[in-house]
């Protein structure tokens, strides 16, 4: 099991959270640069920079490999938390080891990702105590990729998120494997609601396993004091689908929809 310690926040979990960007946003912004770590535009599939092939062969082997009973078997796997015990601090230093293969913006080990994005957000909204911590935990699911932690395959641990259990969105990156996939042709899951009901919330939707997933119910089942809006994000950040695109929204309920602006402000 992961227990992760944090302290109170200021905002109360489940409370309502009314998000007024002018009265957040400090006048010294973080200033996003224009390209990449390999002078492409970010999120570019297919700026050849010597990473297009090794992310293009990770999304063919999620898009083939994350069906619905997948995940239902990840997720019951998991849920035991059993993996081990340590503080913030000591999972972060494990992501050194971890370089995404997913990213097409990025080769480095992962912890200074996490500590760019919690600096950058601190930066940005500093009185907003609990984005700050937010952000330094979202992706510590990626220790997942370790023997420790299940050694998982990257391709069931990083990269863009989607629910499963209904038709793939065109818009989903690399859409074309998903045709190799068992749901693609099963009528159970290949229509646009699939097994789900729209509103049915996201927290009633199967999403593709990977460190979100995981993260959000180490969160979760440890009592965290994040909001709804930290696990909203820290669950449905890689889910690029909806946030850039507006893809599955069918699904989501009015809290999805207040917690979707924070996760707007984190992306």
Known sequence: MVTICIGKVDQAKGQKIQLDV???VSNDEFALPENNAFGNSFRDYEADNGRKDIV???YKSSHINQTYDFVKQM???YMKLDKAEMGIW?????LNEVVDDSDPDLDEPQIQHLLQSAEAIRKDYPNEDWLHLTALIHDLGKILVLPKFGGLPQWAVVGDTFPVGC???ESNVHHKYFKENPDFNNPKYNTRNGVYIEGCGLDNVLM???????MYMVAKENGT??????LFIVRYHSFYPLHKYGAYSQFMNEEDKENFKWLKVFK
Do not use: K
């Open 208 to 214: 593709s396993w990977g460190h979100d997933d995981y």
């Open 75 to 77: 997720r019951e796997e």
């Open 90 to 94: 000591e999972c972060c230093e494990l």
């Open 225 to 230: 004091t994040l909001p709804s809006a930290g």
């Open 22 to 24: 002018n009265e957040l």
């Open 167 to 169: 038709a793939f969105d």
């Open 56 to 58: 293009e062969q990770h």
